[in-house]
């Protein structure tokens, strides 16, 4: 069991930056994958980000590469996105997710997530 509590979401100027916080809980993290996915209204949930635990790989959707950085902080259990140069099309209700890493499991399809964060709201103005 995994337990996963989103922070850091509100309202930003497009062009600012904003670090979303995942408090994470539970046994045997180093063979989980977290992610990060959003959605927006009226729109399917979106791969974001992704960070195997143990291994440190990350995966980024092509939409953020290069503004956006996974990473985790071992010491506080949490994972952190860091986002940077928003833009309007960013503003989504974000989630936290973990998925128990097997052979062939995809880090960017939410259909392989098993836990879930209750989500936090990103909203970027002009």
């Known amino acids: 069991q995994v337990q996963l509590v989103e922070s850091g979401g509100g309202l930003v100027q497009a062009g600012g930056s904003l670090t979303l916080s995942c408090a994470v809980s539970?046994?045997?993290?180093?063979?989980?994958?977290m992610g990060w996915f959003r959605q927006a209204p009226g729109k399917e949930r979106d791969f974001v980000a992704a960070?195997?635990?143990?291994?440190?790989?990350?995966y980024y959707a092509d939409s953020v590469k290069g503004r956006f950085t996974i990473y985790r902080d071992i010491a506080d259990s949490t994972v952190l996105l860091q986002m940077n140069s928003l833009k309007l099309d960013d503003t989504a209700v974000y989630y936290c997710?973990?998925?128990?890493?097997?052979?062939?499991?995809?880090?960017?399809?939410?259909?392989?997530?098993?836990?879930w964060g209750q989500g936090t709201q990103v909203t970027v103005s002009s």
């Open positions: 997710a973990a998925v128990w890493v097997v052979a062939g499991t995809d880090p960017t399809s939410s259909f392989e997530y098993s836990y």
């Open positions: 539970g046994r045997a993290l180093d063979i989980y994958t």
């Open positions: 960070i195997n635990w143990g291994k440190e790989n990350t």
